[in-house]
C-alpha cells in the first residue's frame, strides 16, 4: 500500500471502531460480533506497529493501557468541580426549593428539576480540544486534580472522539465512573477464588481500578462513565436547560443515566425519590441517594454557589446500607429442612431505615472466611427488603476478649445430632420432624403462598398457634376450631371465621401445590410441578424409584434420591396420611388437549393382532384419547383389521369406513405417542 492508502485505511479503522464501540458500549446496540470488531482492531494495531507515527491519542488502540506510570501528575481544572448540599428528608427538600423560589423572588409555585440518580462512583473531569480527548482527571480538592488520562482512555463508555454537530473548541464534560454491580460481583468472585483481597463495594472497586499507576489493570476491569454536567464550554453553545444540555452530550457521543426525568416541584422530585428507591436494587449500577437540578440553565447561574456547591442544586440521600455496631452473641436458627443458621445478635443500630437487632451470617464457611468474632465491631448491611447481613468485621476493633463462633454438636432446639455432610457448606439438625422447629418451619411453609396458599395463616399466626400449642403438624390445622381461634390474642370473630373458611377451601390443591407443599428437600414449585405431571397422582410418585423419577424432566439423581427418602420416612407418610384424613384431596392433572392427540375419535379392532394382544392395543388408544368401541357405525373413525377379520370389516366397507392394518395401527400409536 502506499502511504496515502495506509493514511486513508487507518483514518477508515478510526471511524469504524469508533462508531462499534459507541453503539455496544454507549448505546447498548451493538451492530456487529466483537470478532469483527477484534478483527478490525487488529488491523489497525498491526498498522500502527510498523507505522508507529500513525499513532494519534484518540486512536482507538489506545484503550489497552500503556506502561505504568510513576505517579500521577497533578491537573488544574478549568471550571472548579463542586461538591453537592445534602437533604435526608422531604421537609428539607420542601425546604429547598423554598429557599429557592425566595432567592429568586419567584411568584410561581413551582420550579422544574432535571431529577437523577446520585451514581456511586467516583467524580472524573474530561477534556476535549477540537473533539478529541486529552485529558482525565479526578476530582481531587475540586480545584486540582490527578491526571488520568491513559486510565481513563481505557474505559469504553468514554468518547475519545466526539461525533455529530457544532462541536466545541474545548469543552470539560463531568460525570461519574462506577463499576457496574454485575462485574463488582465477578471481580470480586475472581479474587475470592484466588485467594486475593475482596473490594467492599463498587465504589472502592471503581476508584481503586481507576486510580492505578498501571493502566492495563483498568483495561482490564469493566469500568464504566455517565455524564451530568459540563465545565468549561468554548466554541459552541449549551442550550437552555439542563435536560437539553444532557441529550447534547448525548449526540456528541457521552453516555447519559436512562434514568434521568424532568419533574414539577419538590412533590415531583420526592415522587421520583420514592420510585428509584423501589427500583433501587434492580439497577445496574449502585446509587446512594438522587439528584435535583434546577433544569433551567440561567436561573442556575443567577443563583450561583456557596461554599463550594451549587445552590440550584441538592442530593437527597438515602439512609446508610452500612452501619458499625457491636456483635453481642451469635444464636443458631433452625430452618424448614434442619440446616442450622448461624444469626447475629446485635447492639440495636439504625441501618437502611431501620433499627437492626439481628442480622444473618449465613453459614460457617461465611464466619470463618470474614473471620467474625463474639465482641467484635462489625459493619451490618441492609439493602434494600433483602434480610441483613454481617458484611464484614472492623479488624482494629477487635478486643482482646473477642471469642470464637462454634457450632454447637447438638440442636439447640430438640437435641438431636447436628451433622454436616463433607461438601457442603450447612450443618443440619437430624431431628426430622421430631424437632419442633422443623415442624413449625414446615407449617409455614405449608400453608404460604405458592404452596396451599391459606389466606391469613402467615408465619406470625403460625408462630402463634404452634406457641400455644393449638397445631404441632400441619394436619392439626384442620381440627383447628372457632373457640380456639377466638381465644387468641389480636384474633376476631370475623377474622377466626374467615381462617376457618380458608382453610376449607384449601382442601382442594392441584398435585402439584400439594407436593410443593410437603416440602421435599430440592422439590421447589418447578419440580413440584413436573412431578405432578409426569406421574399424575401422589400414590405413584411416593413409590417411583430413583430411575423412575429421574425420568421426569430436569430431575437428576439428587432430587431423586430426596425424593425417595422422603417417601421412606414413616413420620412423612404419617403426615400425608393425617392430610388425607383431614379431607385434603390433592386433584390429579387431567391431560390437557396436546397430550390427547386421538381425542374425538372412535376405532374398532377387530381380527387377531400379531404384535400386541388387543387389550393393550385399547389401552393405548385410550390413553392417547381414543374411544374404541365393539361396533361399526356411521360414527367410526377407522377399522383396524388384522388376520381372519370377519363381519366389521365387511360392514366398514359397506359404510365406506377407512380399513387399516395392524402396521398401520402401530404406526399410528407411535406418531400420536412421539407428540406427547
Ligand atoms: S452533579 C455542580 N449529578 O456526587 C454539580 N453529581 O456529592 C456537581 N454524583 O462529586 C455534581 N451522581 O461525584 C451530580 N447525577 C449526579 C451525580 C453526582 C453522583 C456525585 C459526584 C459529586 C458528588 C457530590
Redesign the pocket.
Known sequence: MTPKKINKRTQELHQLLHYHNHNYYVLDDPEIPDSEYDKLLRELQSIEEEYPELVSPDSPTQRVGAKPLDEFQQVKHLVP????G?AFSEDEVIAFEKRLLDRLDFEQESLEFTV????????VSLLYENGVLIQGAT?GDGETGENITINVRTIKSIPLKLTGENIPTRLEV?G?VYMPKASFEALNKKARDADEKTFVNPRNAAAGSLRQLDSRVTASRNLAM?C??TGLIEGAELPDTHSEAMQQLKDWGFRI?PD?KVVQGAQGCIQYYNEIQEKRESLAYE?DGV?Y?INQLDLQKQLGFVSR??RW?I?HKFPAQEEMTRLKAVEFQVGRTGALTPVARLEPVFVGGVTVTNATLHNMDEIRRKDVRIGDMVIVRRAGDVIPEVARVVPDKRSDDASEIVMPENCPVCGSNVEQIEGEAVARCTGGLFCPAQRKQAIKHFASRKALDIDGLGDKLVEQLFDEQLISRVSDLYQLTTDQLENLERMGEKSAQNLLEALEASKKPTLARFIYSLGVREVGETTAKLLAQHFRSLEKIAKASEDDLQEVDEVGPIVAKHVVNFFKEAHNIAVIESLLGAGVEPQNPEKTQEELPLEGKTYVLTGSLQQLKRNEAKAQLEALGAKVSGSVSKKTTAVFAGEKAGSKLSKAENLGIPVFDEDELLELIRVSSRKN
Not at 81 to 84: A, I, N
Open positions: 468541580m463542586l461538591s453537592l445534602n437523577e440518580p446520585k451514581l456511586d462512583g467516583l467524580a476530582r463531568r461519574e455517565y451530568y454536567a443515566c434521568i446509587i439528584v437540578k456547591a451549587p442544586a442530593a
